[in-house]
């Protein structure tokens, strides 16, 4: 089945004020969101992911940040150089996004029912009575149970993944078109984790609000996701179909991501993680910017920088010189960037 995109991002570009100079966080990144799906943004701390969401949010503080260069298409409309007001109309209303844990802004001082009628009323014209019971709709719609309870508590009252869930239906409250979800269940224990992650695909079936999801884990976006994009340094390294990326990643760096899934770790073995970190913005001159910590890397992987080629599967890029020795060609027939 093939669907249309809802949001379109095209070679994006964000840099960051460090000392005198501007570093690039994010380094031409292009992808689409399809209506419906669940896609996933993977790669370690510092790659990109947050600066990619915030960017197609309007929401890149400057300073220090800045946006370079990219296009944003939010349902077939241009929305890269809309005004602060414009954002506003369509922030938390067509497109949503939840955080992680510790940035949630859920205020200690108010009930959840405050909240989440605020959230409800800044954006339609209910009355107060109908904002009530849309919150307990609401809180139905993410798996809360006696809502009318939840409603008059205060946040401290409710567990973390309460809370998420909260954040979920305050997110949820305007029926975005998009809902950009960063780390949601980072700050979560195992368990709490798979349910806030079932209730986001049960919230995708139901309400067909597409869904980008950004995590650290490949485990989670194995759970949920039908599409990946792996992000490296600020680049895309692979995407495609997670179905065929955890069967068979080409980028080393993608490899080394599924070895560090807990569940294919195992119990008793020691937990894997790629040694080395990711290089600070800017930092990486010359060659590809994973060579450095690539156990396959070769010599012309320190000299050049690959470009995103597309495979012969279908939808599917990598960013690795491996990649035109497998396939034959050293040349750059398969470019997309
Ligand atoms: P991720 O979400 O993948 O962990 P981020 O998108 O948050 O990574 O950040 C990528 C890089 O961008 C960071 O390593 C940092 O160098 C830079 N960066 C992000 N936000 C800021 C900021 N507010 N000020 C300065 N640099 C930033
Ligand atoms: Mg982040």
């Not at 989670?220 to 490296?232: F, K, N, Q, S």
């Amino acid at each position: 089945m093939d669907r249309g995109p809802i949001l379109r991002i095209n070679d994006l570009k964000v840099s960051f004020q460090s000392g005198g100079n501007y570093a690039p966080a994010v380094d031409g990144v292009s992808f689409e969101l399809r209506e419906g799906e669940i896609l996933g943004i993977v790669g370690e701390s510092g790659s990109g992911k947050s600066v990619t969401s915030l960017a197609s949010m309007g929401l890149i503080p400057s300073p220090p940040g800045k946006i370079d260069n990219g296009k944003i298409i939010f349902a077939g409309k241009d929305i890269t150089d809309i005004s602060e007001r414009e954002w506003r109309k369509i922030r938390g209303n067509q497109l949503s996004m939840i955080f992680q844990e510790p940035m949630t802004s859920l205020n200690p001082l108010f009930t959840i029912g405050n909240q989440l009628d605020e959230a409800i009323r800044l954006h339609t014209n209910l009355t107060k009575k109908e904002s009530k019971s849309r919150c307990i709709e609401l809180l139905g719609l993410v798996g809360i149970p006696r809502a009318e309870g939840i409603l008059k508590e205060y946040p401290h009252q409710l567990s973390g993944g309460m809370r998420q869930r909260v954040m979920i239906a305050m997110a949820m409250a305007c029926q975005p078109k998009v809902l950009i979800a960063d780390e949601p269940t980072t700050a979560l224990d195992v368990t709490i984790q798979a349910q806030i992650l079932t209730l986001m695909k049960e919230l995708n079936n139901k309400t067909k609000t597409s869904i980008i999801l950004i995590t650290h884990d490949l485990g989670v976006v194995a759970e949920i996701c039908e599409r990946v994009i792996v992000m490296y340094a600020g680049q895309i390294v692979e995407q495609g179909e997670v179905r065929k990326i955890l069967k068979d990643p080409e980028h080393p760096y993608t490899k080394g991501l599924l070895k560090s899934i807990p569940e294919i770790r195992g119990k008793k073995d020691r937990l894997y993680s790629i040694p080395g970190t990711v290089p600070e913005p800017g930092t990486v001159k010359k060659g590809c910017r994973f060579a450095a910590r690539c156990p396959d890397a070769f010599a012309r992987c320190q000299m050049e920088e690959p470009e995103l080629y597309k495979t012969q599967k279908d939808g599917h890029e990598v960013r690795c010189f491996q990649h035109t020795l497998k396939e034959g060609s050293g040349d750059h027939a398969g470019v997309t960037s």
